[in-house]
């Protein structure tokens, strides 16, 4: 079965720091770009941080540009996202979404798997 699992979202304090996984399973990520979408209730989903299949082209939302970082380790099927001086605008459920091709796309409709969601509240 082909499946991506996030995990580490919860709550957090403003300013504080959140590393988020996203495990694959039933297929390899080698040759899929991922991308990390958020989602708030009422809202569409954005999409914007995204790293290549090859680890060579990293893109941020202008929103967490210089505060998130994505990254993947194609060896153990695992990519993440770190997040730091989190803001209560980052309030969201997160996915992982995997894209069938090398390069990132910004739109979340291009993105072939997704995982469940985990839940990320800034507050204090």
């Known amino acids: 079965q082909v499946q991506l699992v996030e995990s580490g979202g919860g709550l957090v304090q403003p300013g504080g720091s959140l590393r988020l996984s996203c495990a694959a399973s039933?297929?390899?990520?080698?040759?899929?770009?991922i991308g990390w979408v958020r989602q708030v209730p009422g809202k569409e989903r954005e999409g914007g941080i995204c790293?290549?299949?090859?680890?060579?082209?990293?893109t941020y939302v202008d929103s967490v540009k210089g505060r998130f970082l994505i990254s993947r380790d194609n060896a153990k099927n695992m990519a993440y996202l770190q997040m730091n001086s989190l803001k209560p605008e980052d309030t969201a459920v997160y996915f992982c979404?995997?894209?069938?091709?090398?390069?990132?796309?910004?739109?979340?409709?291009?993105?072939?798997?997704w995982g469940q969601g985990t839940q990320v509240t800034v507050s204090s």
């Open positions: 979404a995997g894209r069938d091709f090398w390069a990132c796309d910004n739109v979340p409709i291009a993105y072939d798997v």
């Open positions: 790293i290549s299949s090859s680890n060579v082209r990293t």
């Open positions: 039933g297929f390899t990520l080698d040759h899929y770009a």
